[in-house]
């Protein structure tokens, strides 16, 4: 049986799952396919190993696709703070107090309400879904994944894993870092594996839900804080919360071993002492981290979104706010494709879209190398950069304030003089 849209999105992470629903609620008709079931979510039970900082921006795009509720509906946590600093040990480290060498990024500061909220990815992507199935124009198909795609002049032919055919104008790769829509249209990739693994740790500590997330910057990699909700009233006065700990593999398998009891002496005697203290280890995982770029972000009738396109280093939390940018400008063309009567997978919408969001998706990541490579570093003079560049955020609270709104997501546009600097780094509009 075949069946015909506009357009097939592939992946119905919360990616491919924003953009469908934008889709449909343009007007568009729209298959969507994940070869995943459907996400679950259950109030009572403790949290999902994955979490996201979904930035003021993200938030503001989830709102306007109607899923934004939904969410604060099921589960999310706003965070206030967020503070970050060099946990580097030198002679009289313990003399100097944290409030000294940490750079604080306060929302009242930045005259927002909140930084952003910390969701577990299954409550935003079940948020998302329900939007989806509430919208006429978009058929969620879940339990399946893709066994072959057709390109030809006129359309395009996705061949589901039963047989199914679903032919469209248009296909969007949304099916993530691994994409197979991705190695079907013969679009290939640059990438980069760190050297730093990340171990994800859900913890209930005692106290109440903070209010601050941080990150210490240790040389084998950051340790962070993300605080989640309330545990309730099975456990009185106390917290969920998601710790990330980046290290080389050897020592994240060694670590990754122990037993709880073990694993929380570790991390009592690795953390920032403002760690607040811990009654409970509920789950740990281990992701591989690799900066990876789509050569193109499109090639035929086939254009690609989110962590399809790009990946990046996850230690300032950006990738799927770079994948819900990438979802509204790729709605905004095609909407403008449509209004200019042209085809769907016209060369000159697709490469505006690429055009709009290479470059901003790709200073990102180069941004995040940066950070990368200063802070897993121990070379004297290294040190003393960063701390003279931690040491100028505190001292020039205008420009620190300027780039944290833009970084999360409150501005849209980067302020001109600092858009000048970034434009001048090296291999910006490179592949
Ligand atoms: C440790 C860690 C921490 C992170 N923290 C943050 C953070 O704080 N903030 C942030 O913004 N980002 C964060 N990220 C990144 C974020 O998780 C990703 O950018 C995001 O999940 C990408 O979403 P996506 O929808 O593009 O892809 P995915 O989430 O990978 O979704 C792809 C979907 O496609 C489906 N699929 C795959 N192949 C097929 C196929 N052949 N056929 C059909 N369906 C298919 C899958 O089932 C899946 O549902 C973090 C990442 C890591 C590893």
């Not at 899923?67 to 060099?86: C, E, F, S």
Request: proline share 6%; with cysteine; hydrophobic share 40%.
């Amino acid at each position: 049986m075949t069946q015909a849209f506009d357009i097939v999105v592939v992946g119905a992470g919360m990616v491919g799952a924003a953009l469908a629903t934008g889709l449909g609620q343009s007007g568009f008709s729209v298959a969507v396919v994940d070869r995943a079931p459907p996400p679950v979510f259950d109030p009572q039970a403790s949290p999902d190993i994955r979490v996201s900082a979904l930035s003021a921006g993200s938030e503001r795009y989830l709102r306007s696709i109607d899923a934004w509720n939904k969410i604060l509906n099921m589960r999310a946590t706003p965070y206030q703070r967020l503070a970050v600093w060099d946990e580097t040990r030198y002679p009289l480290q313990n003399l100097v107090p944290r409030k000294l060498i940490a750079v604080e990024f306060d929302a009242t500061e930045l005259g927002a309400h909140h930084l952003g909220h910390i969701v577990e990815n299954p409550v935003t992507q079940q948020a998302l879904w329900q939007t989806a199935e509430a919208e006429p124009r978009v058929t969620l198909i879940h339990g399946h994944g893709i066994s072959s795609l057709a390109l030809s002049s006129e359309s395009a032919t996705v061949t589901l894993d039963d047989g199914r055919e679903l032919t469209a104008a248009l296909v969007i790769g949304a099916d993530g870092a691994r994409s197979r829509v991705r190695d079907l249209a013969g679009i290939g990739t640059t990438r980069n594996q760190y050297g730093q693994q990340a171990m994800v740790i859900s913890v209930r500590y005692q106290g109440p839900v903070e209010d601050i997330t941080w990150q210490g910057f240790h040389p084998s990699g950051p340790r962070a804080f993300l605080p989640l909700h309330s545990a309730g009233l099975d456990f009185p006065g106390e917290s969920w919360g998601s710790l990330v700990w980046y290290d080389a593999p050897d020592e994240l398998a060694r670590l990754k071993a122990l037993d709880d009891d073990e694993l929380m002496a570790e991390i009592q005697s690795a953390f920032p002492s403002c760690l607040p203290p811990l009654t409970h280890i509920d789950a740990r995982a281990s992701f591989p981290i690799a900066r990876q770029h789509a050569r193109h972000y499109f090639a035929g009738r086939v254009v690609l979104a989110g962590d399809s396109a790009h990946t990046i280093n996850p230690l300032a939390g950006q990738g799927v706010n770079l994948g819900f940018q990438d979802a509204q400008a790729l709605q905004g063309v095609l909407r403008e494709a449509r209004r200019a009567g042209d085809d769907l997978a016209d060369r000159k919408w697709l490469d505006q879209y690429e055009q709009q969001r290479r470059p901003a998706n790709r200073r990102m990541m180069l941004t995040m190398d940066v950070f990368y490579h200063l802070f897993s570093n121990q070379v004297p003079p290294v040190h003393l950069l960063r701390n003279l560049g931690l040491g100028a955020a505190r001292a020039l609270p205008f420009a620190r304030n300027r780039v944290a709104r833009y970084a999360m997501g409150i501005d849209e546009e980067l302020p001109p003089v600092l858009k000048q600097v970034t434009a001048r780094i090296p291999g910006l509009n490179q592949r």
